[in-house]
């Protein structure tokens, strides 16, 4: 039973590198997200998607895109990586917005030099 | 806007002993408000959650919460840790009729011996 899983767990990245980050949900949720976690700060929300096409922007958009080509995979791209942008990225996925819970995945740690 | 306070970022506790950790909310609308586990290098986890009803809400674990509306609280409580509920435990609002979840920054909880 995965659950959502998240590629990769750890990147180091170069300033001015591009990478992309993979989730994955085997629940037929239709809602995905993608958070930043930063010391302090609890979980911050980057965007998220409520279908198949659908993408929205969260609380810290800028820096980051990403598409929902497939139900099941919500991608999380940094086009120009920044020092700023080395933090801990969960994806999480739910039936429905509101009242249900969220389901996370373990997280990818990436550093940015 | 809603935001979350969570008021105390860390918190030590013995084996045995009750453990109380404070949530405060603000938001202008009717809310739903959850509390999730984060064990190390692990994602979110949900404990437990208020939609409706009666304002005491049992988790997962042995935990319980009160909502308060006249204080917009939502206190996370225990009556007696073990070492497997060191953590970090995260506090989080939404709107019946909202598009996210809002985080508080996070309690890290550490049982001792």
């Known amino acids: 039973n995965a659950g959502v899983t998240q590629t990769p767990k750890f990147r180091v990245l170069k300033t001015g590198q591009s990478m992309t980050l993979l989730c994955a949900q085997d629940m037929n949720h239709e809602y995905m997200y993608w958070y930043r976690q930063d010391p302090g700060m609890g979980l911050r929300l980057i965007h998220y998607s409520v279908g198949e096409g659908t993408t929205a922007k969260g609380e810290v958009p800028d820096g980051y895109n990403v598409s929902r080509l497939k139900k099941q995979n919500f991608l999380l791209g940094l086009e120009s990586a920044a020092p700023s942008q080395t933090s801990v990225y969960f994806c999480?996925?739910?039936?429905?917005?509101?009242?249900?819970?969220?389901?996370f995945g373990d997280g990818t740690r990436l550093s940015i030099l | 806007a809603q935001s979350v306070t969570q008021l105390d970022s860390q918190v030590p506790v013995f084996e045995e002993a009750p453990v109380e950790l404070r949530c405060n909310y603000s938001?202008?609308?009717?809310?739903?408000l959850f509390w999730y586990v984060q064990y190390p290098n692990q994602g979110l986890q949900l404990l437990l959650k208020y939609l409706s009803g009666s304002t005491l809400v049992k988790g997962i674990n042995g935990f319980e919460a009160e909502f308060n509306k006249s204080q917009t609280s939502f206190h996370l409580r225990k009556p007696s840790v073990h070492i497997s509920d060191t953590a970090e435990y995260f506090c989080a609002v939404s709107s019946p009729a909202g598009n996210k979840l809002t985080f508080g920054g996070g309690t890290r909880v550490l049982v001792k011996p």
């Open positions: 999480a996925s739910s039936e429905a917005w509101a009242g249900q819970p969220q389901h």
């Open positions: 938001s202008s609308v009717s809310v739903y």
